[in-house]
């Protein structure tokens, strides 16, 4: 079994920052694609930012420019740098890992998430 546990969320003032992070642990053989997603109440969850195992980053339209992903693969681990965070970044954030756990079978693990909050 794989687990991830994200970590660093809270309370943030409008135009602050915070940084997440989701460290995969357990029987691991490789991860490939890494991923943030937020759900915020009463809304479908939404990706946010995905990265390769070889550090290749896409972003959503909404996050662009204000949030940035990176990893660290020696300790499987994946971060979000959230800048000029706006009210509507309230949501619960979660890390997903296409994660190995033989050479020959993978699957989807996420976190159970952590919860931001944007407000004055």
């Known amino acids: 079994q794989v687990q991830l546990v994200e970590s660093g969320g809270g309370l943030v003032q409008p135009g602050g920052s915070l940084k997440l992070s989701c460290a995969a642990s357990g029987s691991i053989f490789r991860i490939h694609d890494m991923g943030w997603y937020r759900q915020a109440p009463g809304k479908q969850r939404e990706m946010l930012a995905t990265?390769?195992?070889?550090?290749?980053?896409n972003y959503a339209d909404a996050v662009k420019g204000r949030f940035t992903i990176s990893r660290d693969n020696a300790k499987n681990t994946v971060y979000l740098q959230m800048n000029n965070l706006k009210p509507e970044d309230t949501a619960v954030y979660y890390c997903?890992?296409?994660?190995?756990?033989?050479?020959?079978?993978?699957?989807?693990?996420w976190g159970e998430g952590t919860l931001v909050t944007v407000s004055s």
């Open positions: 997903k890992a296409d994660t190995q756990t033989t050479p020959f079978y993978g699957m989807d693990y």
């Open positions: 990265i390769t195992s070889g550090h290749s980053t």
